[in-house]
């Protein structure tokens, strides 16, 4: 499954079974969703997580659990990655598969969003 370890050591990780983002016993966030895909900067877990309407790429802070989705796609989402002052990520679209036609995206990043 899934997971990142934070500066602190804590290992965040999607439950098996809830498909709920963890560390330790309770949920990070309860919600409906499915969650994948995980990536650390700083306090801020970067995830995917599916949704009805398609996938969400949410930055979540661990300190405050506040979570923010900053994209969201009627197709699929994946591997996001934070860098400096940046964040990428792919995507492709419902009527494809990665390999036949898929993009990457980057987009400027800071803590405040």
């Known amino acids: ?37 995980l990536a650390m900067s700083g306090d801020t877990l970067f995830c995917v997580r599916e949704d009805v309407d398609g ?5 979540i802070d661990t300190r405050t659990v506040a ?5 969201s796609t009627a197709g699929f989402i994946a591997s996001p990655r934070p860098g ?7 995507q492709w679209s419902q009527d494809a598969m990665p390999w036949d ?6 987009a400027e990043y800071t803590k405040a969003g």
Do not use: Q
């Not at 079974?17 to 990070?28: E, I, N, T, Y």
């Not at 996938?55 to 930055?59: G, I, K, N, T, Y």
């Not at 400096?84 to 792919?90: E, G, I, P, Q, S």
């Open 1 to 37: 499954m899934p997971y990142a370890i934070d500066r602190r050591g804590r290992t965040w990780f999607v439950d098996a079974v809830s498909g709920l983002v963890r560390s330790g016993v309770s949920p990070l966030i309860e919600t409906v969703h499915n969650y994948g895909d």
């Open 55 to 59: 996938d969400e790429l949410v930055a």
């Open 67 to 71: 979570a923010k989705v900053l994209r």
């Open 84 to 90: 400096t002052r940046a964040l990428a990520w792919t």
């Open 101 to 106: 036609a898929c993009e990457v995206w980057i």
